[in-house]
């Protein structure tokens, strides 16, 4: 009888304790996830010149196969956008960028490459408070009152200047075929190769004359990277250092690549992005 008895006490005693191992795997899972929902962002992703969302294919992939949700924007005069290139200017391509992050809920990490790095900086001083770290990738950084002819002026070894063939009615500049891989990706396959001369188009180039005006304070405080492109033949490693070193951007990062390392090494560059929001 004190047999039966125990083993009748033990069951109840079983089940107690089978019920508090699950709830504490049901517990666990919950912290776990909600430790993957805290790291998971929204990128909104801006192209440079002579480019568009397409730039960014690879790295979108990976990033939401990480996890992360994407918004690249499509800049006006680029693409399949028809926005005629003399009414361009720095403060339309700002706008566009502006009104895809108030579309978005929350904060986002805003990345801009080339041209794009000068539209970040602009987008960043307009609504600071949406944006949570502000990335650029061989992007142009503009001092205030700087354009991005001033800082291309700094950068004497560039190959993009030369290659450049203005328009005849002033309003864009087109780099021929045959120069586009040693400019943006010499490092780049044949897949690259032919992305970029299927998309390649006349650029708008108004926008480039313009200053930038940085008028909000807090646009200081907004959390800034820069992923250097060792090897780019279109803005040098040289001008990159000196504009990081001007906005004293102290979080750096380097990838061995030419100007397009989202297309050419869509691996190095995704992880760099999963890295700075971790």
């Not at 304070?217 to 990081?244: C, E, G, R, W």
């Not at 070193?245 to 869509?266: D, Q, R, W, Y």
């Given at each position: ?15 107690s304790l ?18 993957y929902?805290?790291?998971?962002k929204?990128?909104v ?21 990480a996890?992360?949700k ?16 003399e ?8 706008d ?32 600071p ?11 142009f ?64 180039i108004?926008?480039?004359?313009d ?13 800034k990277?820069?992923?250097?492109t060792n090897?780019?033949?279109a ?8 504009m ?7 979080n ?5 690549s ?8 869509p ?9 700075i929001?971790k």
């Amino acid at each position: 009888m004190k047999i039966l008895q125990n083993k009748n006490m033990a069951r109840p005693l079983f089940f107690s304790l089978m019920l508090a191992v699950c709830m504490l795997a049901f517990t666990g899972c919950d912290k776990d996830d909600n430790n993957y929902r805290s790291t998971s962002k929204t990128f909104v992703l801006v192209h440079g010149a002579f480019q568009a969302p397409y730039a960014w294919q690879f790295v979108k992939t990976k990033l939401e196969a990480a996890g992360q949700k994407v918004v690249v924007v499509e800049l006006p005069g680029h693409g399949k956008d028809q926005t005629p290139p003399e009414t361009i200017s720095i403060n339309n391509y700002r706008d566009k960028v502006v009104s895809a992050i108030k579309a978005i809920k929350g904060p986002v990490v805003l990345v801009g490459h080339s041209l794009g790095g000068a539209i970040i900086t602009a987008v960043a001083d307009t609504i600071p408070d949406r944006i949570e770290k502000l990335v650029y990738l061989a992007g142009f950084v503009p001092g205030n009152g700087q354009s991005i002819f001033d800082l291309t002026s700094m950068d004497p070894n560039s190959q993009f200047g030369p290659a450049l063939i203005p328009s005849a009615d002033g309003f864009t500049v087109a780099i021929p075929n045959d120069k586009v891989m040693q400019v943006f990706a010499q490092d780049g396959n044949e897949q690259v190769k032919q992305l970029l001369i299927e998309n390649n188009r006349p650029e708008p180039i108004a926008a480039q004359a313009d200053k930038i005006h940085l008028k909000n304070p807090a646009f200081a405080s907004v959390p800034k990277y820069y992923i250097y492109t060792n090897q780019d033949h279109a803005i040098t490693i040289d001008l990159q250092k000196k504009m990081v070193e001007a906005a004293g951007i102290k979080n750096v990062f380097a990838v061995e690549s030419g100007h397009c390392p989202m297309l050419t090494k869509p691996e190095e560059v995704t992880g760099f992005l999963l890295q700075i929001i971790k």
